[in-house]
């Protein structure tokens, strides 16, 4: 079975601080892929990666950044936390080609005060 | 144009009730298309890859018209559980870069 897993299920910072959010699956897939998930605009791509230290932009990677220093784990990092950045992330990892399932992890709330 | 389009429902159906989803993609060129499962405060969960011939797996048909660019699915026979938000998901060109509907609610109602 897949398992992909996120550091912290809820999550409460202030405006200004920097967050960093580690997601981690143990099925050794090239792909991994964050996402954040708000009402009425579904699942948005942040960044995704294809390789160790290899990353690409995805629609909204605006105030973020990631790190994919091993294969496994796959780090969102949000520099300067503003309250428009308060949301649902998740993480997904797939195996390579197109037809391949996404895996994603329990997701971490995130509420910027 | 959004480049994937769903109804957000709710859609409220008794148990038992047969129920069909539409979704609408606007890029012609999509070569993959899924069905993901989303429970309330839960990720995302894939229930069925769409093939350009259809498929079916048990209660669920998934179909994939090409033409009109949309694809259905279609639950027959429906549980409680089958309770929970769908959401349509379309690959575009040879990235893995996959683009979800805002997804549909269904509610089955004893």
């Known amino acids: 079975d897949v398992k992909v897993t996120q550091s912290s299920r809820y999550l409460v910072k202030r405006t200004g601080e920097k967050v960093f959010l580690e997601c981690v699956q143990d099925m050794d897939h090239e792909n991994m892929f964050w996402y954040r998930q708000d009402p009425g605009l579904g699942l948005r791509l942040i960044y995704f990666?294809?390789?160790?230290?290899?990353?690409e932009k995805g629609d909204i990677p605006e105030g973020y950044s990631v790190s994919r220093e091993k294969k496994e784990r796959f780090s969102l990092i949000l520099e300067s936390a503003s309250t428009n950045q308060t949301s649902m992330y998740l993480c997904a990892s797939s195996a390579g080609g197109i037809q391949e399932t996404q895996y994603f992890g329990p997701g971490t709330r995130l509420l910027v005060l | 144009r959004k480049e994937v389009e769903q109804d957000p429902g709710p859609f409220n159906v008794p148990e038992g009730a047969t129920v069909a989803f539409n979704c609408t993609y606007s890029?012609?060129?999509?070569?993959?298309f899924f069905w993901y499962r989303q429970d309330c405060r839960k990720e995302p969960k894939l229930l069925m890859s769409?093939?350009?011939s259809g498929n079916e797996d048990g209660r669920f048909t998934a179909q994939l018209n090409r033409a009109s660019q949309y694809i259905s699915l279609l639950i027959r026979d429906s549980k409680l559980s089958d309770s929970a938000t769908y959401l349509c998901?379309?690959?575009?060109?040879?990235?893995?870069?996959?683009?979800f509907g805002t997804g549909t609610l269904l509610a089955v109602q004893p």
């Open positions: 990666s294809y390789d160790v230290k290899m990353k």
């Open positions: 890029n012609s060129a999509s070569q993959s």
């Open positions: 998901v379309v690959n575009i060109g040879a990235t893995n870069k996959l683009i």
């Open positions: 769409v093939y350009s």
